[in-house]
């Protein structure tokens, strides 16, 4: 004869009355929280996070628009953000964010997309000139493509302006380099703007306000929309 266990599982309601820090942590009600740092809250009971690391230590005005960390082949690890119209990179050994010496003014308050390849790091604004770093100085690319969202596809960047319709490629194994004609038009007669692009499965999903699409290869692939 077979046992049958019987599980019950207890809800720990969310703390929707907020933070309580006037009581006693055991003497609040069920509804409330005590200050909680690195803790999530599910539906069977408290976990204590991976936690946080505070990067920084001295405050700085914001905002902060876009952070990517900046990993080289041999491992080497940056990490950037944008903020206000400057790039910073974190020095770990003074654990402050420094900032980048920029061959050219930043437009103020504009995300910024990366993308690494050959150990370069691809940056764009989408309004100001495309922007390399190699961990040691940034130079300007005047002549590529302003672009929003970038990625790294089949060694390659592959870049998309919000603003347009069209995908630009770099060439094979040089992020410095975008032809004339390098460039795919995702379904122009959908005037809404660009919204993304991600790679899935060995294709490239870019993504319009309305719709995301997919594009089976750069070069004598078929788009169509999802």
């Known amino acids: 004869m077979a046992n049958r266990q019987q599980n019950t599982i207890s809800v720990v309601p969310p703390p929707v009355y907020g933070l309580?820090?006037?009581?006693?942590?055991?003497?609040?009600?069920?509804?409330?929280?005590p200050n909680m740092d690195n803790i999530e809250i599910d539906s069977?009971?408290?976990?204590?996070r991976l936690g946080a690391v505070r990067?920084?230590?001295?405050?700085?005005?914001?905002?902060?628009?876009?952070?990517f960390d900046y990993v080289k082949s041999d491992g080497t690890a940056i990490s950037l953000r944008v903020r206000q119209s400057s790039i910073e990179k974190y020095n770990s050994s003074t654990q402050e964010w420094e900032a980048l010496s920029?061959?050219?003014?930043?437009?103020?308050?504009?995300?910024?997309?990366?993308?690494?390849l050959n150990d370069l790091c691809i940056m764009s604004n989408g309004t100001d000139s495309v922007l390399q770093y190699n961990g040691t100085a940034v130079t300007e690319l005047a002549s590529h493509?302003?672009?929003?969202?970038?990625?790294?596809?089949?060694?390659?960047?592959?870049?998309?302006?919000?603003?347009?319709?069209?995908?630009?490629?770099s060439?094979?194994?040089?992020?410095?380099?975008?032809?004339?004609?390098?460039?795919?038009?995702v379904d122009p007669n959908n005037s809404v703007?660009?919204?993304?692009?991600?790679e899935l499965n060995g294709q490239i999903i870019p993504f319009k306000e309305n719709k995301p699409y997919v594009l089976t290869a750069l070069v004598g692939g078929t788009l169509y929309p999802l």
């Not at 309580?20 to 069920?30: C, G, R, S, V």
Request: hydrophobic share 40%.
């Open 145 to 169: 493509p302003k672009m929003n969202y970038l990625i790294v596809y089949q060694n390659r960047i592959v870049g998309m302006k919000r603003s347009t319709s069209r995908l630009y490629y």
């Open 44 to 48: 069977r009971t408290p976990l204590s």
């Open 55 to 67: 990067f920084g230590q001295t405050a700085a005005a914001g905002p902060i628009m876009s952070a």
């Open 171 to 185: 060439g094979i194994n040089d992020p410095t380099t975008f032809g004339a004609s390098d460039f795919i038009y």
């Open 193 to 198: 703007f660009g919204a993304g692009i991600a």
């Open 102 to 116: 920029l061959p050219i003014t930043l437009t103020s308050g504009l995300k910024m997309g990366f993308a690494v």
């Open 20 to 33: 309580n820090t006037k009581n006693d942590p055991y003497a609040i009600t069920k509804y409330e929280s």
